[in-house]
C-alpha cells in the first residue's frame, strides 16, 4: 500500500528538504496549488495513489539533487508576481528583488533622468523576464525593453508578459549588439534607467557545482566574474541620458571593483545596496553629463 500524505512528509524530515520544499512538492504532485498547504494538513491521512507517489518521490530525489524548487513546480514567486520558470533561465532569487526595490525609488526620484512619467528603462539578461516584469507591474507608465542574447530566454520572457498582461518590448542578442538589428534606433534611447543582473560568477567557484541545473552562460563571466560587469558598464555610458542611472547586480565579493570601474568610467553618486542577509548585493551609479 502507498503511504499517507503524512508519512510520505514525514519522510522528507529524515532529508536536507525543508518542511515548506516537502509541502510544495506534495500539493505539485497532487495537482494543487501551493495556496492549498492547508488542504494538505487537513487531508495528511489520505493515501497516495502509485503515481503521485513515484512522481513526489522523484521530485524528492532531483530536488536533494540542487535542482531549483521553481523547475519543478514550473513557477516562482518574485516580486509580487507568478512567473513561469524553467531550465531555459536561471531560477529568480530573492536577492534580486533588493535591485527592483533601488530601480523603482530611481523612478520615483525628481531630477533629470527619474521621472517615472513615461520613463525609457532597459532591463540587459532579462532571462524570465523578473526584473523587467516587476518594474513594468509597478511603473506602468515607463516604457521598458528586455533584452537577452537566449532566443529561449526570450520565448519564456515574452511568455510571462503574456500570462500577466504586461507589456513589454524585447530584444534578442549579446548586450548592446542587440541593438544593431533594430531598425527604428530612436525607439532604443537614451534610457532613463538601465538595470542588469549579469552573469558574474568566476569559471573556477566552487559554487558552480550547486547550480548545474542552471544555464551557464547565465551564470559564469570571465576575468573572475568581471567581464559582463565591464562591458555593460562601459557600453552603457553611450546609452544613458544625463542624470539617468545605471544599476548592476553582482556577486558578494564584487562591490569594490564594480565601484572602481564605475569611477573610472565618470560615473558619479556611486552607491552599493545590500541584501536582506547584509551583503553587498547591488552597485549602481548616475551618468551626468555635466559635472
Given at each position: 500500500?502507498?503511504?499517507?500524505?503524512?508519512?510520505?512528509?514525514?519522510?522528507?524530515?529524515?532529508?536536507?528538504?525543508?518542511?515548506?520544499?516537502?509541502?510544495?512538492?506534495?500539493?505539485?504532485?497532487?495537482?494543487?496549488?501551493?495556496?492549498?498547504?492547508?488542504?494538505?494538513?487537513?487531508?495528511?491521512?489520505?493515501?497516495?495513489?502509485?503515481?503521485?507517489?513515484?512522481?513526489?518521490?522523484?521530485?524528492?530525489?532531483?530536488?536533494?539533487?540542487?535542482?531549483?524548487?521553481?523547475?519543478?513546480?514550473?513557477?516562482?514567486?518574485?516580486?509580487?508576481?507568478?512567473?513561469?520558470?524553467?531550465?531555459?533561465?536561471?531560477?529568480?532569487?530573492?536577492?534580486?528583488?533588493?535591485?527592483?526595490?533601488?530601480?523603482?525609488?530611481?523612478?520615483?526620484?525628481?531630477?533629470?533622468?527619474?521621472?517615472?512619467?513615461?520613463?525609457h528603462v532597459l532591463d540587459m539578461g532579462t532571462g524570465s523576464g523578473a526584473i523587467a516584469?516587476?518594474?513594468?507591474?509597478?511603473?506602468?507608465?515607463?516604457?521598458?525593453?528586455?533584452?537577452?542574447?537566449?532566443?529561449?530566454?526570450?520565448?519564456?520572457?515574452?511568455?510571462?508578459?503574456?500570462?500577466?498582461?504586461?507589456?513589454?518590448?524585447?530584444?534578442?542578442?549579446?548586450?548592446?549588439?542587440?541593438?544593431?538589428?533594430?531598425?527604428?534606433?530612436?525607439?532604443?534611447?537614451?534610457?532613463?534607467?538601465?538595470?542588469?543582473?549579469?552573469?558574474y560568477i568566476a569559471p573556477n567557484d566552487p559554487h558552480l557545482a550547486r547550480l548545474h541545473h542552471e544555464p551557464s552562460e547565465a551564470l559564469v563571466a570571465q576575468n573572475e566574474?568581471?567581464?559582463?560587469?565591464?562591458?555593460?558598464?562601459?557600453?552603457?555610458?553611450?546609452?544613458?541620458?544625463?542624470?539617468?542611472?545605471?544599476?548592476?547586480?553582482?556577486?558578494?565579493?564584487?562591490?569594490?571593483?564594480?565601484?572602481?570601474?564605475?569611477?573610472?568610467?565618470?560615473?558619479?553618486?556611486?552607491?552599493?545596496?545590500?541584501?536582506?542577509?547584509?551583503?553587498?548585493?547591488?552597485?549602481?551609479?548616475?551618468?551626468?553629463?555635466?559635472?
Open positions: 500500500m502507498t503511504p499517507t500524505i503524512d508519512q510520505a512528509l514525514q519522510g522528507v524530515k529524515q532529508t536536507a528538504l525543508s518542511a515548506l520544499e516537502g509541502q510544495l512538492l506534495m500539493l505539485h504532485a497532487l495537482g494543487r496549488s501551493s495556496e492549498q498547504r492547508a488542504w494538505l494538513i487537513a487531508h495528511g491521512d489520505e493515501h497516495l495513489s502509485e503515481k503521485e507517489h513515484a512522481d513526489f518521490e522523484r521530485h524528492v530525489k532531483s530536488r536533494l539533487n540542487h535542482m531549483p524548487l521553481s523547475y519543478l513546480t514550473g513557477y516562482k514567486e518574485f516580486y509580487g508576481l507568478r512567473l513561469s520558470v524553467d531550465p531555459r533561465v536561471l531560477d529568480p532569487r530573492a536577492d534580486t528583488e533588493t535591485l527592483v526595490d533601488w530601480a523603482l525609488e530611481c523612478l520615483e526620484a525628481p531630477g533629470p533622468g527619474s521621472s517615472s512619467l513615461g520613463a516584469l516587476a518594474l513594468k507591474a509597478n511603473r506602468p507608465a515607463c516604457s521598458i525593453w528586455a533584452l537577452d542574447k537566449s532566443q529561449e530566454a526570450l520565448e519564456l520572457a515574452t511568455k510571462n508578459a503574456h500570462d500577466l498582461a504586461l507589456d513589454l518590448n524585447f530584444l534578442h542578442g549579446h548586450w548592446f549588439d542587440a541593438f544593431k538589428h533594430v531598425q527604428d534606433k530612436d525607439a532604443l534611447g537614451p534610457f532613463d534607467l538601465i538595470v542588469s543582473n549579469p552573469p566574474g568581471l567581464s559582463d560587469l565591464i562591458e555593460i558598464c562601459t557600453q552603457s555610458v553611450s546609452h544613458l541620458k544625463d542624470g539617468a542611472w545605471l544599476l548592476l547586480e553582482h556577486g558578494h565579493d564584487q562591490g569594490a571593483d564594480v565601484r572602481e570601474i564605475l569611477t573610472s568610467l565618470g560615473f558619479s553618486n556611486t552607491q552599493t545596496r545590500h541584501d536582506l542577509a547584509g551583503i553587498e548585493r547591488c552597485t549602481g551609479a548616475q551618468w551626468l553629463k555635466m559635472k
